[in-house]
């Protein structure tokens, strides 16, 4: 299967204090990706190393970098910047308010088409058009011409959407998309995202909080803790045999029907750690239930035969 991203042991740090640590990832040509955690783990940074987008004052390091065929370690800044622009589409976070609300959709959605691509604004505008109607506005020559703040959120998320796919990129970063949409729109943004993976078989990269959101819409995932990944593989076999203990407790928190009445939610104690993640030992063993002394000083590593399904623990 040929792959759209390779990442190999990727390190990003603010100075002298370790953000992400030993981080890897692979991303197959057509599949939908989810990259799960809490707030603070480095989904984020992790996605903008791998499209050469890291804020000002970070420094990385990594073994391998390999985006849309490109080796991001050794091109040069103006073949990065080439080759991203052309080849991957990035949705940031709170997207519904990304779009300039005093500028038409149709000045902001074309501009990275006629710059990265060479081509004329009609062109521009001929295929916005299309897929503007791709992803679900039944007019969207009168979408053109509307200010963002004369769309709903969903609506505004769709424009987003059709921006990222301007370029035919081979994979799309989708960053929190269904932040500040509620649950109806959300469901509609996510199943959009399932017809383009379908229909165009692209690459998805879905960076998200919500591990049910995941589960139902990935085919594979890596769920990141303190700056690592501490289990990943495919999406039914993490759910049907969770290993690590954060992916567990992960999954008891989804939201479910089944709970009874007064019977207190699951929850996650404490906070995730914002410093000291450069130690050997295991970074959940503060909020660990099932941590050992051992966990203070070094963390086993685990895969399966099939090399499906990776963890990061002690426990067997």
């Not at 890897?24 to 955690?37: Q, R, T």
């Not at 890291?54 to 080796?71: C, R, V």
């Not at 289990?231 to 969770?242: D, H, I, K, L, M």
């Amino acid at each position: 299967m040929n792959e759209t991203v390779v990442l190999n042991n990727l390190h990003i740090k603010a100075g002298s204090n370790t953000l992400v640590k030993n981080t890897s990832l692979i991303i197959n040509e057509g599949e939908i990706f989810g990259l799960v955690g809490e707030s603070g783990s480095g989904k984020t940074i992790t996605a903008k190393a791998i499209i050469n987008l890291l804020p000002k004052g970070l420094s990385y390091s990594a073994d391998e970098i390999i985006t849309a065929g490109k080796n991001m370690l050794t091109a040069s800044a103006k073949e990065k910047k080439e080759h991203i622009g052309k080849n991957i589409g990035y949705i940031p976070q709170n997207t519904v308010f990304y779009l300039h609300p005093m500028i038409k959709i149709k000045n902001q959605i074309g501009d990275g088409y006629i710059h990265h691509m060479n081509k004329t604004k009609k062109e521009a505008l001929e295929k916005a058009e299309a897929l503007l109607y791709k992803v679900g506005f039944k007019y969207p020559k009168i979408v053109l011409n509307y200010y963002p703040w004369q769309l709903s959120g969903g609506m505004r998320q769709r424009c987003n959407i059709a921006m990222a796919l301007m370029n035919d990129p081979k994979l799309i970063i989708a960053d929190e998309p269904t932040t500040a949409l509620d649950s109806t729109v959300q469901r509609q943004v996510m199943e959009l995202f399932r017809k383009i993976n379908e229909e165009m078989k692209l690459s998805i990269l879905l960076i998200s909080h919500d591990l049910g959101l995941v589960k139902h819409y990935s085919h594979s995932l890596a769920v990141m803790y303190a700056g690592q990944i501490v289990e990943s593989g495919y999406t039914n076999a993490v759910f049907s045999n969770p290993k690590h203990p954060y992916t567990q407790l992960l999954i008891k928190i989804i939201p479910s029907l089944k709970i009874k009445k007064n019977e207190p939610l699951t929850e996650i104690p404490g906070l995730i750690s914002e410093n000291g993640r450069d130690i050997e030992g295991c970074l959940f063993f503060n909020r660990c239930p099932k941590a050992m002394d051992i966990c203070k000083e070094m963390v086993a590593e685990h895969v399966d035969d099939k090399h499906e399904h990776y963890y990061r623990c002690n426990l067997e």
